[in-house]
């Protein structure tokens, strides 16, 4: 089954506003004192959708011929991501003080952020 570049933009585009849309969530929830504590919603959506958008991105790096290392662009997203994951851990799977879940919430918010600003960058040629 071949998928269209655009298809697998899409598909990687939605799975990327899902994982957003979930972590914001729970981030909210937490904040509120409500942390989501049925399994479906706190681990397995959230994986499943995160799994979905490492591979689409994965696919989409292998049909770009767009390399970690060889693209400054994808190097600096690849580094970004990292720093996402580590500091969404912090925020939902830490035991700590919860200042310091919040800050990583919100530091992740802000990487993710910064995703989105080197990709619009790549798509618009600035990078």
Request: aromatic share 12%; net charge positive; glycine share 10%.
């Amino acid at each position: 089954m071949i998928v269209s570049l655009e298809g697998l933009r899409l598909f990687h585009l939605g799975c990327a506003t899902g994982s957003l849309m979930l972590f914001f969530w729970r981030g909210v929830r937490q904040w509120q004192g409500r942390p989501v504590f049925h399994r479906l919603g706190r681990r397995i959506v959230p994986d499943t959708i995160d799994t979905l958008l490492l591979l689409s991105g994965l696919a989409m790096a292998l049909r770009l011929q767009q390399y970690p290392f060889a693209a400054s662009w994808m190097t600096i997203k690849l580094i970004l991501v990292a720093v996402y994951i580590v500091l969404g851990f912090v925020a939902f799977r830490m035991d700590g003080h919860m200042r310091w879940r919040r800050a990583a919430w919100l530091g992740a918010l802000l990487v993710f952020a910064g995703i989105l600003g080197i990709v619009m960058a790549h798509l618009t040629g600035d990078f």
